[in-house]
T-cell receptor
Framework: DAGVTQSPTHLIKTRGQQVTLRCSPK?????VSWYQQALGQGPQFIFQ???????QRGNFPDRFSGHQFPNYSSELNVNALLLGDSALYLC????????????FGPGTRLTVL | GENVEQHPSTLSVQEGDSAVIKCTYS??????FPWYKQELGKRPQLIID?????GEKKDQRIAVTLNKTAKHFSLHITETQPEDSAVYFC???????????FGSGTRLQVQP
């Protein structure tokens, strides 16, 4: 049973560029949440997707957008990258609508130069 | 929105001793409280969780307690081992929203 997977593992971009990160949830899980974890801090909630729609959103600007596909996989897009966007981006998958347990992927380390 | 505070930020114990990490939350609607362990360069791993209808939960050397009235919950690790060394995060969320709000983390170091 495959766990949550993310790609790529590492990414280096320059300011102003755009980036797309990908997440495949745990088998059977239909909800995906994205989190940003700056160095030395706890993860911060970006948004959550269920049934291909954004259901919840944290305090992040519109430069952060996402998408969920019919197979439940998800993408996180960040436009007009800033130095402060450098972080570990984690996705977490959840099974159904009545459970709370979230399983995290290994993350994508984004460095903005 | 929810705010979760976590203490201490660092904790050093001798192997075999107990470790306690404490968190407080602000939103009375929060009813789910997981704890994650994150080793350097790895993903957060769920180690134990508790829901608001339960006051205490144990899993071998790990236990979590919840005081809804005071809005605080704690992680207890007994008989610590060097492999327990990691950063531990508490978190809170509410049914329906399921957006975890994390504490700032506790770096636990277990000295052999």
């Amino acid at each position: 049973d495959a766990g949550v997977t993310q790609s790529p593992t590492h990414l280096i971009k320059t300011r102003g560029q755009q980036v797309t990160l990908r997440c495949s949830p745990k088998s059977g899980h239909d909800t995906v949440s994205w989190y940003q974890q700056a160095l030395g801090q706890g993860p911060q909630f970006i948004f959550q997707y269920y049934e291909e729609e954004e259901r919840q959103r944290g305090n992040f600007p519109d430069r952060f957008s996402g998408h969920q596909f019919p197979n439940y996989s998800s993408e996180l897009n960040v436009n007009a990258l800033l130095l402060g966007d450098s972080a570990l981006y984690l996705c977490a998958s959840i099974y159904g609508t009545s459970t709370d347990t979230q399983y995290f992927g290994p993350g994508t380390r984004l460095t903005v130069l | 929105g929810e705010n979760v505070e976590q203490h201490p930020s660092t904790l050093s114990v001798q192997e075999g001793d107990s470790a306690v990490i404490k968190c407080t939350y602000s939103d009375s609607a929060s009813n789910y409280f997981p704890w994650y362990k994150q080793e350097l360069g790895k993903r957060p791993q769920l180690i134990i969780d508790i829901r608001s209808n339960v006051g205490e939960k144990k899993d071998q050397r790990i236990a979590v307690t919840l005081n809804k009235t005071a809005k605080h919950f704690s992680l207890h690790i007994t008989e610590t081992q060097p492999e327990d060394s990691a950063v531990y995060f508490c978190a809170a969320s509410s049914t329906g929203r399921r957006a975890l709000t994390f504490g700032s983390g506790t770096r636990l170091q277990v000295q052999p």
